[in-house]
């Protein structure tokens, strides 16, 4: 499986939950994550998307403890079966 269909899973699936999965492109700050996650109640993720077994680039990895360090929730998904975990996850993180 390749990195653009877990992208488009996780699309999918966040449209499904009643959320949207922007393409976050931030010019002259490389290794930001591919995706910026948005669910009602001011749920927000930045979410890195792996093919699977792979892993985040030092950079990238640089970038994901610094939006932790600000208090932004960030992870890093390489299968389907993340994305779901992950959905099911700010399920119950409704208000």
Do not use: H
């Not at 966040?14 to 010019?27: L, T």
């Not at 994550?33 to 792979?54: M, Q, T």
């Not at 208090?71 to 993180?93: T, W």
């Amino acid at each position: 499986m390749r990195e653009r269909d877990i992208e488009s899973y996780l699309r999918d699936q966040v449209k499904k939950a009643g959320g949207r999965a922007y393409k976050f492109e931030s010019p002259g700050n490389d290794g930001v994550p591919d995706r910026l996650v948005i669910f009602p109640s001011n749920r927000i993720y930045f979410v890195e998307l792996k093919a699977p077994g792979k892993q985040p680039r030092p950079l990238q990895l640089k970038k994901i403890n610094e939006l932790r360090e600000l208090g932004c929730k960030a992870d890093v998904i390489d299968s389907k079966e993340q994305v779901d975990n992950f959905i099911e996850l700010v399920k119950s993180r409704e208000i």
